[in-house]
T-cell receptor
């Protein structure tokens, strides 16, 4: 059975800290991995990763994929209270019509 | 474009009642999905559709029906509501590129 596991499930940090969120996966016909940020409402897209070792970066957020060890990390540097959210990882499979497989998410709380 | 719209935003039902959650998108996306999100469980797929007239079951389909008579609309029907269906429901649509998955704002359903 395909599965995506995120860790930790929740995390509390102080503003200015750096955090690393983990996502491991076991899926057949892996195609790509997506990261989403979910605040109060619907998830919003952050990154798509398809190739190993190529870092994607957007401001203080960055992410990388390791297809050999089957995991991805999402790094957030110099965290701010606005980074508080649930971060979701999802995997896309190669059999094109099948939907995304989501992890349960990591709830990040950044306190001032 | 309005993107993905969902109605209602909030709903309270009594056990045994039926209702339909509406979802519409104006982006001409082929793929549409319904997810439910419960605390600690992440996003779980209920049903999905790869085009008008084609639907399939996801991870947790029991107690829900869907149909896709047009590209734009993908309603989710609860046949006989149960307290276990208390959740937040998200509709999503996407193009053939998997990262372009857009979520609706969600419907918070409470079954008493």
């Amino acid at each position: 059975e395909d599965k995506v596991v995120q860790s930790p499930l929740s995390l509390v940090v102080h503003e200015g800290d750096t955090v690393t969120l983990n996502c491991s996966y076991e899926v057949t016909n892996f195609r790509s991995l997506l990261w989403y940020k979910q605040e109060k409402k619907a998830p919003t897209f952050l990154f798509m990763l398809t190739s190993s070792g190529i870092e994607k970066k957007s401001g203080r957020l960055s992410s990388i994929l390791d297809k050999k060890e089957l995991f991805s990390i999402l790094n957030i540097t110099a965290t701010q209270t606005g980074d508080s959210a649930v971060y979701l990882c999802a995997v896309v499979r190669n059999s094109g019509n099948t939907p995304l497989v989501f992890g349960k998410g990591t709830r990040l709380s950044v306190i001032a | 474009n309005a993107g993905v719209t969902q109605t209602p935003k909030f709903q309270v039902l009594k056990t045994g009642q039926s209702m339909t959650l509406q979802c519409a998108q104006d982006m001409n996306h082929e793929y549409m999905s319904w997810y439910r999100q419960d605390p600690g469980m992440g996003l779980r797929l209920i049903h999905y559709s790869v085009g008008a007239g084609i639907t399939d079951q996801g991870e947790v389909p029991n107690g829900y029906n869907v149909s896709r008579s047009t590209t734009e609309d993908f309603p989710l029907r609860l046949l006989s509501a149960a307290p276990s269906q208390t959740s937040v429901y998200f509709c999503a649509s996407r193009t053939g590129k998997p990262y372009e998955q857009y979520f609706g704002p969600g419907t918070r359903l409470t079954v008493t």
